[in-house]
């Protein structure tokens, strides 16, 4: 379970998270939506134990987060990934570190490269793949390290509509199958409703709203009336 209680994140004078009370349990995929500003990515990098709170408290289990947990996976808007490496060792470089075997860390590699579907791709270098694919690649360099927490920002910012698409699928489809707990931020209210359990509205610092989402995982949910009435009660919620 995560825990923010009266969290506070300062920046000089600046606020950007404003005594903010937030509870995600095991396993919810939650999303964050606002404007610009909003302090959605302070959030997320309090979460991640990136930035420390000026005011209260971020705890993950009930352990306070101080720095990074092994647990915890990070997609930020960069996605960090190394262009004279090829794609199996961008993946791959988490866990090199750790001293295993080049083999039998390719072997996991290559698994989940074949469950994102760029299994094809792992010997091509970035300039060689599309956005949506490198996209993947981030993910799968997070997965390999077997977190339970993923924690992502923005993460299909830079991709066109149809890509970005089939990638919030990917994302829905792993949610589902690793039960891993998920926190994604985000500015588009579509990509927020399909990828919530939770909607979480944030302006000024603060949260505005929590909106439960009843048709979170359901097939063919963006051909639904329903899923743009709830866009739309989040997009009202935001400009309250």
């Given at each position: ?15 950007a998270v ?18 610009s500003g ?20 971020v705890n ?181």
């Amino acid at each position: 379970m995560i825990e923010c209680s009266a969290l506070s994140i300062r920046y000089g004078e600046t606020i950007a998270v404003d005594q903010l009370n937030m509870v995600i349990q095991k396993g919810e995929a939650v999303t964050v939506v606002g404007e610009s500003g909003c302090g959605k990515t302070s959030l997320l990098h309090a979460l991640a134990g990136i930035l420390q709170p000026w005011k209260g408290r971020v705890n993950i289990g009930g352990v306070p987060v101080v720095q990074i947990r092994p647990g915890t996976a990070i997609i930020l808007q960069e996605d960090g990934l190394f262009p004279w490496k090829n794609v199996r060792d961008n993946v791959a470089l988490a866990r090199v570190y750790q001293g295993l075997d080049l083999k039998e860390i390719y072997e996991e590699v290559d698994l989940i490269l074949e469950e994102l579907g760029i299994l094809q791709l792992k010997d091509m270098y970035l300039n060689q793949i599309s956005g949506g694919q490198r996209q993947r690649v981030a993910i799968a360099r997070g997965l390999i390290q077997g977190p339970d927490l993923l924690l992502m920002d923005e993460p299909t910012a830079a991709l066109d509509m149809i890509t970005k698409e089939k990638f919030q699928e990917t994302l829905h489809s792993l949610y589902e199958r690793h039960q891993i707990t998920s926190v994604t931020v985000t500015h588009d209210i579509e990509e927020a409703v399909y990828l919530g359990m939770k909607i979480v509205v944030m302006k000024d610092g603060r949260i505005l709203k929590v909106i439960a989402n009843p048709y979170y995982g359901q097939a063919g949910i963006r051909e639904d009336l329903c899923f743009y009435e709830l866009c739309l009660k989040v997009r009202q919620v935001m400009k309250s």
